[in-house]
């Protein structure tokens, strides 16, 4: 996973950090600090709100979003 991105999973509101972007084995986001975390910027999962695919880096106004990390 070379295209790691660094984010703050308190601040933002990416799917790759919600609850219900559908990624069971917490694969595309690993922590480097406390208050960062890394994610691939290139993956994308079903969201079992939408029901649909989406990319870990959007979800900025989603009303569904609730933060796993």
């Given at each position: 996973?070379?295209?790691?991105?660094?984010?703050n999973?308190k601040?933002?509101t990416?799917?790759?950090?919600?609850?219900y972007?559908?990624?069971?084995?917490?694969?595309?986001?690993?922590?480097?600090?406390?208050?960062?975390?890394?994610?691939?910027?290139t993956a994308?999962?079903?969201?079992?709100?939408?029901?649909?695919?989406?990319?870990?880096?959007?979800?900025t106004?989603?009303?569904?979003?609730?933060?796993?990390?």
């Amino acid at each position: 996973m070379n295209n790691m991105m660094p984010a703050n999973p308190k601040r933002s509101t990416m799917c790759a950090f919600c609850r219900y972007w559908n990624d069971p084995t917490n694969s595309c986001i690993q922590p480097k600090s406390p208050n960062i975390w890394l994610y691939d910027r290139t993956a994308r999962k079903m969201c079992t709100q939408k029901c649909m695919q989406v990319p870990s880096w959007a979800g900025t106004s989603c009303k569904h979003y609730e933060g796993k990390v």
